[in-house]
């Protein structure tokens, strides 16, 4: 196993210790045993499922900066958009104009994309319905936010994610 792989499987394991901790609500040592369990169990079943060789890394040291940043803009678009929904909800009068959007992203990792769909998806009023090889479905209720879309910040970002890795 080389060096990178091994870190990228450590990194994988401290996440998901994490999680298992702040889920469990306590740090006895009775859930940091079960977890470390769990978590081993969960990566010896999947260690082929996430970051494989030359793909997205993101424990990446050069990366952590540009991802601090992408996670807080669209935290800034999570908390935008359920404004406008919620505005929607509240008041049906407000336009609301759903509309399918197909587009070719220009990332070229399968796990850049998969990020840029799911981020999508996690914005209220867009939903990513398809994502086959370069061309995404996004469903979004209001037509300027899915004329935003392609070449959207976060496609912008992805992309320049992937020159740092030398993707």
């Known amino acids: ?7 990228t499987l450590f990194g994988q394991a401290l996440l998901l210790l994490a999680l298992w901790l702040a889920l469990a609500g306590s ?6 045993a079960v977890g470390l369990l769990v978590v081993g169990a969960v990566l010896l079943a999947n260690h082929d499922l ?8 993101a424990l990446s040291p050069r990366r952590v900066p540009q991802l601090a940043v992408y996670l ?9 958009a359920n404004l406008q929904v919620a505005r929607v909800v509240l008041h049906p009068r407000l ?12 990332l070229r990792q399968e796990t850049t994309r998969a990020v840029l ?13 398809d994502l086959r090889e370069d061309e995404m479905v996004v469903h ?5 936010a899915a004329r935003q879309i392609p070449g959207s910040w976060a496609e912008t970002r992805l992309a320049a994610m992937e020159e740092v890795a030398g993707g």
């Open 50 to 57: 996430l970051f494989r060789p030359g793909e997205f890394r």
């Open 27 to 32: 740090f006895g040592w009775q859930h940091l």
């Open 1 to 7: 196993m080389s060096w990178l792989r091994a870190w």
């Open 72 to 80: 807080l803009l669209l935290l800034r678009d999570v908390v935008r």
């Open 117 to 129: 769909a799911n981020s999508i998806t996690l914005t209220p009023g867009t939903l990513a319905a």
């Open 95 to 106: 336009p609301c104009e759903p509309c399918l959007v197909i587009f070719r992203t220009r």
């Open 140 to 144: 979004a209720l209001f037509a300027a």
